[in-house]
């Protein structure tokens, strides 16, 4: 507007996504066990195996905190190479057709090229926690930090093929611009795909899960982190997220295609994904 409230309101919510997760960073992997009693896991599980990447794929992940989804992305790689190689070996004692037409290694001989996830995130304190977990479980090849905001990414045009981000969408204060930024970046054939809470529409799950996250999440952000209104707020921007059918339309706005969604848990989460062409 004219009067510059809307921006005012804008920086409020920025300043506030960054204070939410400055403080809850180095409880955040316990209280997203606490709170989904662990089914954040599954969700992030079925992500990737939706994604299915193989071997030399590049992933970008937007708003990706403390890395599970770039975790899970380059395990998922490694069986695969794994799988491949114990194939590999098999045939090269008894090759079948089938073996010689799924060879691992390309026509040159080589194998393909390493794989990559870039974790990147607006909130310092995140990546730090994510950086001493990826020391942690010891893994350092094919792995990049970099603070960043989605609506204004640090990177070039066409870049990745796969754009992941998890739970982070709403957060972001112009969804639209964090859209057209993952458009940007992806190559032609990219996909997009993001995991975000949404709208539950069986009644009864609907009462409960109300009822749970009003009431029980907030008491376990103060139990488990002492801070209620981080997650008082956390619950608050889930309800202001838009459904199902209206973020695929944005998704759609902003050039992808083939725009489907699953729902997870009833709808609890949904998963969307798109592809650029
Ligand atoms: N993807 C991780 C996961 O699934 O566990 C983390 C999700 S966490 C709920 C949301 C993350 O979004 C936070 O780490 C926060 O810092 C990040 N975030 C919020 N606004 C952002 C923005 N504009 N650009 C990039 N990251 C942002």
Redesign the pocket.
Known sequence: THFGFETVQEEEK?KR??QV?ENVAQKYDVM?DAMSLGV?RLW?DILLHAMNPQPGARLL??????G??AFRFLEYIKSQEDKMRKREARSMQTPSWQDISTNYLNEQGEEPKESTAVV????KE?LKVGKQKADSMGIVSGLSWVA????ELPFGDDEFDIYTI???IR???HIEQ?LQEAHRVLKPGGRFMC?EFSKVSNPLLSTIYDTYSFQVIPVLGEVIAGDWKSYQYLVESIRKFPDQEDFKGMIEDAGFYCVSFHNLTGGIVALHSGFKL
């Open positions: 920025a996504v960054y997760f997203n954040h992030k992940d937007v708003a990706g905190g403390t599970d989804i990147c995130d607006i909130n995140m960043g905001d989605a609506e998890a739970f982070g957060n972001v204060t964090a995991l």
